[in-house]
């Protein structure tokens, strides 16, 4: 970013927010943007008199997996303390490299009783399984490990159906009926979403694996990565 902001400036010239170049401010203004979007920034005013270039620059960080390690509060970055915040800020990423190349989706039943947000891949690796069950509502899902998972509504409108070993816990909404995610057999520490109870804007692709549920335990025995997608 700083070798991005370095690049602009050379490009730039005369005098724009904070004493820079203006092409290095519209690269700031344009970084900056983008992680209100990603992170879920908001923008106020500086408390320390930097100017309107400022307010337009000054965000507090309040993030739904940052938030327990850099709680929310305010910063400016065109004032004295820019280099402790940026310093900061990279400190706290680097910590949560679990979500490294994730994004957001959020999804939930058609009534809407129920809502959840899920941080993965933007490209699904998504299994069709044949056995009795997924069969008949057409299960097909994609594994998460619990840490990214995130029920945001509708528990209480949640009910579970089981049968034979009855560790798979096949969650559904009482009112429409909808499964959009449950626990897998296979993957108890985890949750399988269902793509197509997403919203739309966060997928870019899918890959579908059929797997042979009918003879579940050899399946998943022979399978290398399906018990490791549950794991952060």
Same mark, same amino acid.
């Given at each position: 970013l700083n070798t991005g902001f370095g690049r602009a400036a050379e490009k730039g010239g005369g005098t724009g927010v904070g004493g820079?170049?203006?092409a290095r401010?519209?690269?700031?203004?344009?970084?900056?943007a983008k992680a209100s979007s990603v992170l879920g920034l908001s923008r106020q005013k500086c408390p320390w008199g930097h100017g309107a270039g400022? #307010?337009?620059?000054?965000?507090?960080?309040?993030?739904?997996?940052?938030?327990?390690?850099f709680p929310a509060q305010p910063y400016c970055f065109l004032g004295q303390?820019?280099?402790r915040v940026w310093s900061q800020n990279l400190s706290v990423v680097s910590?949560?490299?679990?979500?490294?190349?994730? #994004?957001?989706?959020t999804g939930g039943c058609h009534c809407g009783a129920v809502r959840f947000e899920v941080w993965a891949s933007a490209d699904l690796h #998504?299994?069709?399984?044949?056995?009795?069950?997924?069969?008949?509502k057409q299960n097909r899902h994609f594994i998460v490990p619990a840490s990214r998972f995130k029920l945001l509504k509708g528990a209480d409108n949640l009910t579970t159906y089981t049968f034979n070993t009855h560790r798979a816990q096949h969650t559904f909404c009482k009112t429409c009926g909808v499964q959009s995610f449950y626990t897998p057999r296979s993957n108890p520490d985890g949750y399988g979403i269902a793509p197509h109870c997403l919203d739309?804007?966060? #997928?870019?692709?899918?890959?579908?694996?059929?797997?042979?549920?009918k003879e579940w335990e050899k399946a998943v025995k022979e399978h290398k990565t399906i018990r490791d997608m549950s794991k952060p």
């Open positions: 820079d170049p203006p401010t519209t690269a700031k203004v344009a970084f900056y400022a #307010v337009r620059l000054r965000f507090s960080i309040s993030t739904p997996f940052l938030g327990s390690l303390k820019k280099k910590l949560s490299s679990e979500y490294r190349g994730l #994004v957001k989706h #998504v299994f069709n399984c044949n056995c009795s069950i997924c069969t008949k739309d804007g966060t #997928v870019q692709t899918i890959v579908t694996e059929d797997i042979n549920g």
